[in-house]
Each structure stands twice: as C-alpha cells, then as structure tokens.
C-alpha cells in the first residue's frame, strides 16, 4: 500500500524504535501524528519534519492514562482525526531480578505501559477505522512475548499479553477492512537497556557487549515493509533478531 499522505500514528515516538519508525514513513510520504511523555524530544522530532516538508502533529501522552488516551485522541484536530496506521510501540521494561525479589512498581509500571496502554490507545483509535472499513494496527511485541527468559518474568508476561491482544484483534477485525499485524524483536539497541536498570548504562551497555544488536532503524524497516504490503496482504508477525542471536536467552558474544 503506497503510504503517501497516509496517517501514521506512532505512540512512544520519542526515542528508539518509534523515532525510527517516523523517519523511515515520513521518507515514505506518511503524515506523521506522534506522542510519547517527553514533549520536548516531541516537538524536536516535529520541527525536523516539517522542515523537511513532511506534515507532522505532536500531542503529549502518557499511555496508562485512560482518560488522558480517549480525551487526546477524541479531540484531534479534524485533519489528523481519520488515523490510517496505528504503530503501538510505546512500552518499557523495569528491572531485571528473579520474581520473588521484583518491585512492585516496576510491575505495574510494564503492565500498565504494554498491556493497558496498548489496549486504550487501541480501543480510542480502531472504531475509527472499522467505520471507514480501512485501516492497520502494528504492534511491536518481542521475542520476550513468545520465550520467557529468566528474572524477566513480567516483562516476558507483559509482551505475551500482547502477543495475545494482537491474535485476538486479527480475529474481531476480521472483515471489516482492517489489517492487525506484530513485529516481535530480539536485541535492540535504543534506550530501552537503560530505561530497564533505571538509567545505569554501563549495566545497560553490557547487554549488548560482544555481539551486534539490532538498531531502531533495522526493525522500523520490517515495520515499514509490513506496512506497504498490498490492501490484500497481511504479514501477520514478523519474528527479527540481530544475526548474533538465536534464542531470547542465545546470544553469539565475540569477547
Ligand atoms: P526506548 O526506551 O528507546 O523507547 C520507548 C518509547 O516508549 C519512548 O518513546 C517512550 O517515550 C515511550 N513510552 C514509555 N512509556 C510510555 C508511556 N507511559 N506513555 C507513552 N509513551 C511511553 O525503547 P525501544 O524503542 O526499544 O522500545 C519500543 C518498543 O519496542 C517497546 O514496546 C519495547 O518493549 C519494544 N521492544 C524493544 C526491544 C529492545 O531490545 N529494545 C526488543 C523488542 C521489543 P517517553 O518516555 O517520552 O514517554
Ligand atoms: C526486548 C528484548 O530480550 O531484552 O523486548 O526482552 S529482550
């Protein structure tokens, strides 16, 4: 499908994956409607779009806000309201420690973030499509949503419920026009390590240490590639690792 003048709402544009994710569409001819909490690095990412041409609308969002989700989505301005792609990629991850000593809140801030969030932004955006009989959601989920790794039990959790959220949106979609798809990455090297060890970037560095992680701009090209498929093609999950990586936990490390 040609993406020209097309709406592509990215949640969590604001770094990593989703800031890649707006430059391989807008490059593509995409209009680019963005939210993330971090307003600044919003308007940043704007004021370099529409300098190069591309039509782009920022609105801050934290997505675990239900009310804040349905509040920001009902009143767009009318030429943004009429959304083509939905890109649910803002998540996180908190901490990395065995079940019995996690913290509580670090729980709650994934399941609210990856799960609630997704399904709000979701609920506020896909009636929109179903009445135009058009339209794609693509989630990004991960390998953690299809493998469960050792102290990332609710992590792993979390991108399972997406995982499932994704299926079961394919099938109540069915019909009526609107494709569902996932992109599930392996290693990715964006600021998601750091966000994990609440801001500790040497141990976030470690993650990635002997071998090639993937980069934001490796998985927005599948997300790209997913989303230009013909009307009557769905790639329903893509599946990526950086070539180093075999398995969630099977990694080639050099040193
Ligand atoms: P980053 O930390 O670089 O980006 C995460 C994005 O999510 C930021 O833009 C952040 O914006 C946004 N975000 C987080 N919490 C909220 C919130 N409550 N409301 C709105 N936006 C939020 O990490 P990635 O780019 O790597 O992560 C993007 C997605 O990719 C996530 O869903 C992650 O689970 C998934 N993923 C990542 C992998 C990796 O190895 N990096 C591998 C597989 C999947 P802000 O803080 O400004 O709100
Ligand atoms: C992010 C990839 O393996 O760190 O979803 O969980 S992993």
């Not at 609920?123 to 102290?151: C, D, F, Q, T, W």
């Not at 609710?154 to 994704?166: D, F, L, M």
């Not at 060890?197 to 240490?209: E, K, L, P, S, V």
Request: contains cysteine; aromatic residues 6%; negative net charge.
């Amino acid at each position: 499908m040609s993406l020209q003048d097309k709406i592509v709402c990215v949640t969590g544009a604001s770094s990593g994956i989703g800031a890649a994710c707006v430059e391989v569409f807008a490059a593509a001819g995409a209009r680019l409607l963005v939210c993330a909490r971090r307003s600044d690095r919003l308007h940043e990412l704007v004021a370099g779009l529409t300098g190069k041409g591309v039509e782009a609308h920022a609105f801050q969002l934290d997505v675990r806000d239900r009310d804040a989700v349905s509040e920001a989505f009902e009143s767009l301005p009318k030429e943004w309201s009429e959304i083509d792609l939905l890109l649910n990629n803002a998540g996180l991850s908190r901490g990395l420690e065995p079940l019995q000593d996690g913290l509580i809140d670090d729980w709650d801030e994934m399941l609210q973030t990856n799960v609630q969030g997704l399904l709000y932004v979701s609920r506020a955006v896909l009636p929109g499509m179903v009445a135009r009989g058009r339209g794609h959601a693509i989630n990004i989920g991960s390998i953690a949503g299809r493998e469960v790794y050792p102290k990332g039990a609710v992590y792993c959790a979390s991108k399972h419920a997406v995982g499932a959220i994704t299926a079961g949106m394919r099938l109540d979609l069915n019909g009526t026009g609107v494709k569902v798809s996932t992109v599930d990455p392996g290693l990715v090297n964006t600021e998601f390590s750091r966000v994990r060890f609440h801001g500790d970037q040497d141990r976030a560095d470690q993650t990635y240490q002997g071998m090639t992680p993937l980069s934001g701009a490796d998985v927005a090209a599948s997300v790209l590639w997913v989303a230009q498929q013909p009307e009557h093609v769905n790639v329903a999950e893509v599946l990526l690792f950086p070539a180093d990586q075999a398995a969630a936990t099977v990694v080639h490390r050099r040193s």
